[in-house]
């Protein structure tokens, strides 16, 4: 795991989401996909950032992303160990991730930029 992605969060309502995360906390949008069920948050001058998921678009759970090199490799040294994931690593538009739960049922994920 090289460093954080971006962090998932369920969501009933994007609008009232921007209205809190963007007019309350101060963050700035750092992209609007509301028509797909996502917003997501810039913090600061980092880039991984807070995406608010949609569930009446989409099921969603809080969920942590990791970047890794390689999401073939680190899933596969991953179930190796035991880890079992939710689904095949699966395309996104800028490389491939994939997504597992913890001991305790929290969500994580790994993605690589290999698109990029």
């Given at each position: 795991m090289k460093d954080y992605d971006n962090f998932f969060l369920p969501a009933t309502d994007l609008e009232k989401g921007k209205?809190?995360?963007?007019?309350?906390l101060g963050l700035p949008i750092k992209f609007d996909f509301s028509d797909k069920g996502m917003v997501a948050f810039k913090v600061g001058d980092q880039e991984p950032a807070i995406i608010l998921k949609d569930i009446n678009v989409m099921p969603a759970k809080s969920t942590?992303?990791?970047?890794?090199?390689?999401?073939?490799?680190?899933?596969?040294?991953?179930?190796s160990k035991g880890v079992e994931f939710l689904s095949e690593p699966f395309q996104i538009p800028t490389g491939l991730a994939v997504e597992f739960e913890d001991p305790f049922g929290?969500?994580?994920g790994i993605t690589d930029y290999s698109a990029s």
């Open positions: 209205e809190f995360y963007n007019d309350t942590i992303w990791f970047v890794v090199d390689s999401v073939k490799d680190e899933y596969d040294k991953l179930r929290n969500r994580l």
